[in-house]
T-cell receptor, first 110, second 114 residues
Framework: SQQGEEDPQALSIQEGENATMNCSYK?????LQWYRQNSGRGLVHLIL?????REKHSGRLRVTLDTSKKSSSLLITASRAADTASYFC??????????FGKGTTLSVSS | SAVISQKPSRDICQRGTSLTIQCQVD?????MFWYRQQPGQSLTLIAT?????????ESGFVIDKFPISRPNLTFSTLTVSNMSPEDSSIYLC???????????FGPGTRLTVT
């Protein structure tokens, strides 16, 4: 079953611009995680935000979580060509395996 | 974070054959999972690999098709049995130190069935 739904499905921006991706989910969660995948390779873990947190930062990444709206956003500031990838949100159901959204494909052109 | 390796990284197999994929972690972990990513799609959980007992499969996945072993806290295998072209996917293992912690993924095994 699919839990998270990312929006938009695809995003094209210029280097230096900010990129915002949104994720919605359906059931209660303990945490939400964001991942990056380059060209069908393995997933790189970006950030985990717990249900009792509202915002988290890691370098150029900023993640927010609104449990009342069952939604999260990932902001990448000052995008670079190397940020071109697919981004997925994933939620747990009771702290076990992850349920992934469909992903957002980000393209950053120089 | 854990360092996870998978073997093989890719393979091309003939219909009707089986392939065993290995997942090795550099530290002991409580949770290990196997996922499938079909072309152009997101990840779908196949099963949770339980150490010392049978794996827990998700709806739509059965042990006869995807037998899983987990003999210890650092190693697991997934076998894709009696393969068909529909099994062409990337198969990824993932680990978590414990529940409610970050989950890390291996580099994946890209399988093509002809």
């Amino acid at each position: 079953s699919q839990q998270g739904e990312e929006d938009p499905q695809a995003l094209s921006i210029q280097e230096g611009e900010n990129a915002t991706m949104n994720c919605s989910y359906k059931t209660s969660i303990n945490n939400l995680q964001w991942y990056r995948q380059n060209s069908g390779r393995g997933l790189v873990h970006l950030i985990l935000i717990r249900s009792n947190e509202r915002e988290k930062h890691s370098g150029r990444l900023r993640v927010t979580l609104d449990t009342s709206k069952k939604s999260s956003s990932l902001l990448i500031t000052a995008s670079r060509a190397a940020d071109t990838a697919s981004y997925f949100c994933a939620t747990d159901e009771g702290g076990t395996a992850l349920i992934f959204g469909k992903g957002t494909t980000l393209s950053v052109s120089s | 974070s854990a360092v996870i390796s998978q073997k093989p990284s890719r393979d091309i197999c003939q219909r009707g054959t089986s392939l065993t994929i290995q997942c090795q972690v550099d530290s002991q972990v409580t949770m290990m999972f196997w996922y499938r990513q079909q072309p152009g799609q997101s990840l779908t959980l196949i099963a949770t690999a339980n150490q010392g007992s049978e794996a827990t499969y998700e709806s739509g996945f059965v042990i006869d098709k995807f037998p899983i072993s987990r003999p210890n806290l650092t190693f697991s295998t997934l076998t894709v049995s009696n393969m068909s072209p529909e099994d062409s996917s990337i198969y990824l293992c993932s680990v978590a130190i414990q529940e409610d912690y970050e989950q890390y993924f291996g580099p994946g095994t890209r399988l093509t069935v002809t």
